[in-house]
Every structure is written in structure tokens, then in C-alpha cells.
């Protein structure tokens, strides 16, 4: 039997912004800035107006969006790596990207939030804290000193193992999978084979990026996937 489609949102950003949305792609080209930053401009200024015209009125999209920096040609050329970095540095656009999650989980009955090495583990557990539930790490081969469940997953060269403690999450608990950007969702759906394995419900995944040009939403069974934040990969 097919699997549906997988349900993919993004949270709406305000209508109007003050600058990004009023910003035309011929003065972004004028402004003295590097081209990965024109880059990043131009892709929230075009999100802001698309999901501005949905209706959206949450403020804090433009501010979160914006404190990310894209570093071009890292960690090989022709990959625009998001920062995420700059983001911390900023409070309150953190602040803002944790409230925001928070926001849409608290009333979901999540018992666990499972983040995926490494940023997860940024993300993580202030919105397990907030929430009221558990956190449990998803980590790479041998960085567990207890027994461990081990998920094989498939690399652009090569695979790689996600493993999780035995016992860390239970049959029958409601899941979060949380991780800081979702590219080819390699990562993703390794954690959720793993966490169905040992019988907990997936909820939804979450991230505050999505590169939606390499369709990593496509290879999550048909879970929801929830981003703040749309950006070019290359």
C-alpha cells in the first residue's frame, strides 16, 4: 500500500515585515553585501511575501530567519552551510525560535523529545524542559556508555548509525524528533525507524531549517514535518 504524502508546515510569517518583504530582488542585487547574504535576503524576503499572503502574523519568523548565517563552499564547494551559530548569539531570536516550538507542542501530549547529535541537543532540551517531558539523545556509534539500539542509514557515500539508549524510550510514548535542519532527511527518518522499533508514536518531526530543494520531507513515511526557517542549499 503507497504511503500518503508527507504532511510538511512551516509556520506563517507577518505581513507586513518592515524591510525583507518590500525588498525587490533588483535593490538586493545593488546592496553592497556578499552574495551568499544577498542570497539569504532574497530567500526571506520571497518567503515572508509568500506566506504573508496566507495570512500570517507571527513576528518573530523575519528575526529568526535573519540571525542565520549562510557560509558559502563549507564544508566543501557548492554547499551553502546555514549557521545556526549566530542564531544562539542572538537571545532573542533563540529565545524566540524555543517559544516558538513550545508553543505548538505543549498541548500535544509529547512525552518525549528525541534530538539528533549534535544540534539537536541544542534545541532539545530547552522545549523537553517547557513542555514537560523527557529528553533522550539520538547519537552516533559509541558515544552511549550503556546498551545500546543501533539504526543503520544511508549517507550520499556510504551509511552511517544512529543509536539510542535501551530503555530511554518507552511503548506507547509520543515523540518529537528534533534536529536543527533537514537536507536529504537521511538523519530524520533514521530516527524514526528507531524510535518505532522500540513501539513509541512519532508525533512530528521538527526543525528550524528546511533546504526543500533536496525533498528530504519526501523519505519521512508520510510524517508531519514542522520548519520555522526555508533556505537554498546550494
Known amino acids: 500500500m503507497p504511503t500518503s504524502a508527507p504532511l510538511v508546515r512551516s509556520l506563517r510569517l507577518p505581513s507586513p515585515s518592515p524591510l525583507l518583504p518590500r525588498t525587490p530582488p533588483s535593490v538586493l542585487s545593488r546592496l553592497r553585501l556578499p552574495k551568499s ?24 519568523l523575519p528575526r529568526i530567519a535573519s540571525a542565520i548565517r549562510v557560509i558559502p563552499d ?13 542564531l544562539l548569539l542572538d537571545h532573542e531570536a533563540f529565545r524566540d525560535t524555543i517559544d516558538m516550538f ?3 507542542y505543549r498541548d ?8 539528533i547529535e549534535a544540534r539537536g541537543f541544542i534545541f532539545g532540551p530547552p522545549i523537553a524542559l517547557a513542555i514537560g517531558c523527557k529528553f533522550v539523545p539520538m547519537r552516533k556509534p559509541k558515544k552511549l ?5 543501533s539504526e543503520e542509514y544511508s549517507l550520499e557515500y556510504g551509511t552511517d548509525i544512529m543509536e539510542m539508549h535501551v530503555g530511554a524510550v518507552q511503548p506507547g510514548d509520543r515523540a518529537l524528533v528534533i534536529d536543527d535542519l533537514i537536507a536529504t532527511g537521511g538523519t530524520l527518518s533514521a ?3 528507531l524510535l518505532e522499533r522500540v513501539g513509541a508514536e512519532v508525533v512530528e518531526c521538527a526543525c528550524v531549517i528546511e533546504l526543500p530543494e533536496l525533498q528530504g520531507s519526501q523519505r519521512l513515511g508520510g510524517k508531519p514535518l514542522f520548519v520555522l526557517v526555508k533556505a537554498a542549499a546550494a
Do not use: N, Y
Not at 544577498?38 to 518573530?60: I, K
Not at 556508555?145 to 539500539?149: L, M, T
Open 102 to 104: 513550545v508553543e505548538r
Open 37 to 60: 547574504r544577498r542570497r539569504l535576503l532574497l530567500s526571506v524576503s520571497t518567503a515572508v511575501r509568500a506566506m504573508a499572503s496566507e495570512g500570517g502574523e507571527d513576528h518573530r
Open 145 to 149: 556508555p550503556g546498551e545500546v539500539i
Open 74 to 86: 563549507f564544508p566543501k564547494p557548492g554547499i551553502m552551510f546555514q549557521d545556526i551559530t549566530t
Open 191 to 193: 530516527a524514526i525507524r
Open 108 to 115: 500535544k501530549r509529547i512525552t518525549v523529545v528525541a534530538g
